[in-house]
């Protein structure tokens, strides 16, 4: 009778049959850094901290800052995103984190990565819903300064838009809903340089944090299998 070709293989190649027996170890998924918008507080984002716990992303932590009214600019804003960070990557003793940010915490969380040092320690960036080519929204309230900064054309945008080569290693992911009333148009949510970009059609800026199929994009993008590189990107077409 005939040995198996495997059996034999494994017989010839005793490093490869040692290799064989290992049990496959999954490795501990990279903390997390979860940042809210404007106008809102931590508890919006219970949803997505409830299903990151459910697939294993137990190292996670919100940004605790006090400028959720608009009257701090962006800039204050990603210096307390980046203060967050170190003590996140400080209490876990990691080199790297991955940031999950929503709204104008996603446009604060930006200016942190590509004017504060984020491109040295983040490894993944899940934007969703950011005005990151700004949002006539913002024009409404004219006396508070975190608006200003969210306006197109405002110094703070058109300063980041000037990087050749805005996030270096970092992955960057989109998230979108083309029927946003906040972030307007809904096209500025799509930032240049994402390597896959989705759109979900959610009726309500603040239900992006709700819903379940951006929460389940969310973890499909942190997946530690996602960070090899043949990964899939959507085409968007934009109307003119």
């Not at 198996?4 to 496959?24: K, M, V, Y």
């Not at 992955?171 to 809904?186: A, E, F, G, M, R």
């Not at 096209?187 to 759109?199: A, D, K």
């Not at 973890?219 to 299998?225: G, K």
């Amino acid at each position: 009778m005939k040995i198996p070709s495997l059996f034999l293989f494994l017989f010839l190649c005793p490093s490869a049959r040692i290799e064989a027996l290992l049990p496959l170890v999954r490795e501990e998924p990279l903390p997390v850094l979860l940042v809210h918008g404007i106008f809102s507080e931590e508890y919006i984002l219970q949803p997505l901290q409830e299903i990151l716990r459910k697939h294993g992303v137990v190292r996670q932590a919100v940004v605790p800052h006090e400028c959720y009214f608009g009257q701090c600019s962006l800039k204050n804003v990603a210096e307390l995103i980046q203060q967050a960070a170190v003590n996140l990557q400080k209490k876990h003793q990691v080199s790297q984190i991955n940031i999950v940010a929503f709204s104008m915490g996603a446009l604060a969380t930006r200016y942190m990565i590509q004017r504060l040092g984020g491109k040295e320690f983040v490894h993944k960036f899940v934007s969703i819903s950011g005005p990151h080519d700004g949002t006539y929204v913002a024009y409404l309230p004219q006396f508070l300064t975190g608006m200003g900064d969210m306006r197109p054309g405002s110094d703070l945008i058109e300063d980041l838009k000037k990087d050749l080569d805005p996030f270096g290693k970092v992955q960057v992911y989109s998230i979108y809903t083309p029927y946003d009333l906040i972030v307007i148009p809904n096209t500025s949510s799509i930032l240049p340089g994402s390597i896959e970009i989705r759109s979900f059609p959610v009726a309500l800026h603040h239900q992006m944090l709700k819903h379940e199929d951006v929460l389940s994009a969310v973890v499909h993008m942190l997946e530690p299998e996602l960070s090899k590189p043949a990964l899939h990107i959507e085409k968007v077409h934009v109307a003119k």
